[in-house]
């Protein structure tokens, strides 16, 4: 491989270096598409609840019709003003009636409200139709709303075609984008109209036919597209962009409500077009990012993984570099030597001690560059001092957490990939000494007990010695590690059985829930959170490899008789002539 190998170490660091950048770079803009659906849906459900109690004010007036011999024109401003439009309900114009008028009453109809004090008034616009709708009453009668007092909104297509709806369902309809005849100054809105369907005293009518013989007017909402707007969701909407669309058709013709214009060459990272039906009638609603939003993303943390990652590759392509090219000249020289001069193999000897010395240290030191980094980040926060933030200083520690439990899982990565290769002889051992050596080297701390149960035909047994005391060594590690409380206990037994001993390992801490047991054997799986134990989650993965390898298998069970877990697995007899171990003490 020569001078090759360190160039392909750096090509697969720098790699690697790129996948993890993009990785948390998705993380990143992961978390922020979270928070852009969370708004999108928060925009979808007010404006929806506020229709619905647009709705619901519409039906109190339906109320009030019905319930009433007679409804005068105090009555029905005495029962908006009781509804408190400005507070209850922003956004909305004004709630009116409006009554069908036949052609032959339209001359007595226009006499009675003139006559109400009205003087100028008509059903507007004039001409003659085969029927007229007159709005009668209007609250608040304001100087935009008399604008609309005695307007025939069933002459309009539009609105029309919303009236004929409601009329003939029954429910409550919109109507599509209209200019309201309350636009009276330079701020014209698009707009739009809501009609429930009055059909006198009677409830609504069962068949089509009928619905449309008894109809007798509407109660309606007139509402200004933007002010509406406002009302539901707050003058301007921070970090996203609002528009609205009439039907399915996305333009200029069809908006009837943008938040902010956009910008010509502006383009959003996140866009989301959401349909929703109103009163029988389709919006088709547009959200998208503003770049207010896209700054909410955190770079930081893929670039501090880009740095380290870069800074790490060199430093590790270097001591690769260094090793290969002394490896590479110490060949060099010696078949240089070998050839010229016979009489210098002893120096060549030396030279070879020499680099097989290198190549130990060299190998040793792999893990520096990750420490080297280690130390980069401690002096980083000691220079800068009180200059980072918490959130600066929180990624710094995160990223050394992240060099030390890298440090972890390369050792645990090495005992995973040696658990089929690396040969364990059968020797004779002392079961309890075995089993008492690898819980005192463990039990450090000395806040666990080992309660010992053999059921053994002799203590003393031919067996797999080194592979066993891996075995016991990461249930034990394992049971130490994740225990809850500052005391415990773990429980051994050891049965011997015909064709092998049956250890079951259990203890008294938080348990594995059954729907995670499968899960603890995989690689890098932690049930808690590695910021609260630590570890490289390869503990249980490297224990069912080692006794898959014996041709058996683990399990884990619920600890009979109290709080905890419990390990279960057959450890066969090896009929091969043992070597010596440890009659020891």
């Not at 408190?84 to 922003?90: D, G, I, K, R, W």
């Not at 290198?358 to 040793?364: D, E, I, L, Q, R």
């Not at 149960?453 to 002799?458: H, I, T």
């Amino acid at each position: 491989m020569g001078m090759v190998l360190p160039w392909m170490t750096l090509a697969l660091m720098l790699l690697l270096t790129a996948t993890a950048f993009h990785f948390v770079k998705s993380e990143s803009e992961a978390l922020a598409l979270e928070k852009f659906e969370f708004r999108k849906t928060e925009i979808l459900e007010d404006i929806d609840q506020r229709m619905i109690a647009y709705t619901q004010a519409l039906r109190g007036g339906l109320g009030l019709f019905r319930a009433s011999e007679l409804v005068t024109r105090s009555d029905w401003r005495a029962y908006v003003e009781t509804q408190l439009l400005n507070e209850l309900f922003p956004g909305i114009q004004g709630i009116g009636y409006t009554e069908w008028v036949r052609p032959e009453e339209r001359a007595t109809y226009e006499a009675r409200i003139q006559s109400e004090g009205f003087g100028g008034f008509a059903i507007r616009p004039a001409g003659d139709r085969e029927i007229y709708s007159s709005i009668i009453f209007l609250e608040p009668f304001d100087v935009r709303n008399r604008q609309a007092f005695g307007y025939d909104m069933y002459s309009e297509e539009t609105r029309r075609r919303a009236m004929a709806l409601a009329r003939d369902t029954g429910e409550v309809a919109i109507s599509g984008k209209v200019t309201l005849v309350q636009e009276i100054s330079a701020d014209v809105q698009a707009g739009f109209l809501m009609y429930l369907p009055y059909y006198g005293h009677a409830t609504t009518p069962d068949n089509l036919a009928k619905r449309r013989s008894i109809s007798v007017g509407f109660v309606y909402s007139a509402f200004r597209m933007r002010n509406l707007m406002e009302g539901i969701l707050g003058p301007g909407l921070p970090n996203v962009r609002l528009e609205i669309y009439d039907e399915d058709e996305i333009s200029d013709d069809a908006l009837m409500y943008t938040s902010q214009r956009a910008a010509p060459d502006e383009t959003p990272l996140f866009v989301r077009t959401e349909q929703m039906t109103i009163g029988q009638r389709p919006w088709t609603l547009r959200i998208s990012s503003l770049p207010e939003f896209e700054k909410l993303l955190d770079p930081q943390k893929s670039y501090i993984v880009l740095i380290a990652g870069i800074f790490s590759s060199l430093l590790f392509f270097s001591v690769i570099w260094s090793f290969a090219r002394t490896r590479q000249r110490a060949q060099e020289l010696a078949e240089e030597m070998t050839v010229a001069l016979n009489e210098h193999s002893q120096e060549l000897a030396r030279s070879n001690e020499d680099l097989e010395q290198f190549a130990y240290v060299a190998s040793h030191d792999l893990k520096a560059p990750l420490r080297g980094i280690d130390n980069l980040a401690t002096w980083i926060e000691e220079d800068l001092g009180d200059k980072l933030d918490g959130e600066s200083r929180e990624n710094m520690h995160l990223l050394r957490g992240r060099v030390r439990r890298l440090e972890t899982l390369l050792t645990d990565l090495l005992n995973y990939s040696r658990a089929r290769r690396v040969e364990s002889p059968v020797e004779t051992a002392v079961m309890s000494e075995l089993i008492k050596t690898s819980w005192t080297l463990l039990n450090t701390a000395n806040r666990m007990t080992l309660e010992l149960d053999l059921d053994l035909e002799s203590d003393t047994v031919d067996i797999q010695v080194s592979a066993l005391e891996q075995v016991l060594g990461n249930l034990f590690a394992n049971a130490i590690k994740h225990h809850d409380k500052d005391r415990g206990t773990v429980f051994l037994s050891v049965t011997e059985q015909p064709d092998g001993y049956e250890f079951i390992m259990a203890d008294d801490g938080p348990g594995i829930p059954p729907e995670h047991r499968e899960r603890a054997f995989q690689m890098f799986q932690t049930l808690r959170p590695r910021d609260e134990v630590e570890g490289s989650g390869m503990g249980l993965s490297i224990i069912r490899k080692l006794i898959e390898r014996i041709g058996s298998d683990i399990t884990i069970e619920d600890r009979s008789g109290g709080r905890g877990v419990q390990f279960r697995f057959i450890w066969p007899k090896v009929p091969v002539a043992p070597t010596s171990y440890g009659l020891r003490n």
